[in-house]
């Protein structure tokens, strides 16, 4: 009967250990690993681009946290299948000047900050990309991204991506802000914008 005692206690503070690790829907609070996820998202969605930028994907982020249709903690939104660019869980931060600005940025975000014109936006793509879906309501363009809702098309008002603004969130500079699609030239250039 002790060990059994044992191992229950065990397997609850195992149990329990995990799940404080990862921030819930309506928490305040955001362990290290939150931020590790939020900064991985921010720098490989939108590390060359302004803070707007990153705080704007930093905002669909915690949406999709406050979501029931989404995993409801930073890291399952984050680390999601197909949802964010590949390897966003597993590839190295190579850039330090970047990883530093994404994690001043990631921050911020966890500490309440968000875009002011990402308002329910749970997606995003690339500015320059052109979707021929009839459901997509965009709501903001900020750092060579075009973040939308999805509503009913009778709902959308703004059927495409609204002109890129930045210099509106606080702190920090904008380094790099895309207004229209970049002429990509070669292979990498197709591959990566470029």
């Known amino acids: 009967m002790q060990g059994i005692r044992w191992t229950g206690t065990v397997a609850l503070v195992v149990v329990v250990a995990t799940v404080a690790g990862c921030a819930k829907r309506n928490d305040t609070q955001f ?3 939150d931020h590790e996820c939020m900064s991985r998202a ?7 681009s302004s803070r707007d930028g990153m705080v704007a994907v930093g905002s669909v982020v915690m949406n999709r946290v406050a979501s029931d249709d989404f995993p409801n903690n930073v890291c399952g939104v984050v680390g999601q299948r197909g949802q964010f660019a590949p390897g966003v869980m597993s590839k190295k931060m190579t850039e330090e000047a970047s990883v530093a600005r994404v994690s001043e940025a990631a921050a911020a975000v966890l500490s309440g900050e968000r875009h002011p014109h990402t308002g329910n936006a749970r997606f995003f793509h690339a500015l320059y990309y052109r979707a021929n879906y009839d459901n997509m309501h965009y709501v903001a363009s900020a750092g060579g991204n075009a973040f939308y809702e999805k509503r009913h098309p009778s709902a959308v008002t703004q059927p495409t991506p609204v002109a890129n603004r930045e210099g ?20 990498l250039g197709r591959m990566f914008g470029r």
Not at 172 to 186: C, H, K, L, S, Y
């Open 42 to 48: 921010m720098y490989f969605e939108s590390n060359r």
């Open 168 to 187: 509106v969130t606080g702190g920090g500079e904008t380094v790099f802000a895309m207004d229209a699609p970049r002429q990509r030239r070669g292979l």
């Open 31 to 33: 362990s290290t690993k």
